[in-house]
């Protein structure tokens, strides 16, 4: 079973990296990549992810409220 990851970040550049040292990795598997809050929200209500990377400084709903709207 590999450990679910979705990565949460405004630049492409970054969540693009991130993926690329993830992939290498045994037992991770990256499920989404979303672009802001409120589609970081909403992919990990639809794939239920282990793992949430987030970028706390977004535009529109930044990281840091996106994480309390998840965990609650």
């Given amino acids: 079973m590999?450990?679910?990851i979705i990565l949460a970040d405004d630049h492409a550049l970054?969540?693009?990296g991130l993926r690329t040292l993830l992939v290498n990795e045994?037992?991770?598997?990256?499920v989404g990549e979303a672009?802001?809050?409120?589609?970081a929200i909403r992919l990990t209500r639809?794939?239920?992810p282990d793992i949430?990377?987030?970028d706390i400084t977004?535009?529109?709903?930044?990281?840091?409220e996106?994480?309390?709207q998840i965990v609650t």
Avoid: F, H, W, Y
């Fill in 2 to 4: 590999s450990i679910k």
């Fill in 14 to 16: 970054i969540r693009s």
């Fill in 26 to 30: 045994l037992g991770m598997e990256v």
């Fill in 35 to 39: 672009g802001n809050g409120e589609e």
């Fill in 46 to 48: 639809q794939l239920a």
């Fill in 52 to 54: 949430v990377i987030m």
């Fill in 58 to 64: 977004m535009p529109g709903l930044d990281g840091i």
């Fill in 66 to 68: 996106a994480t309390r």
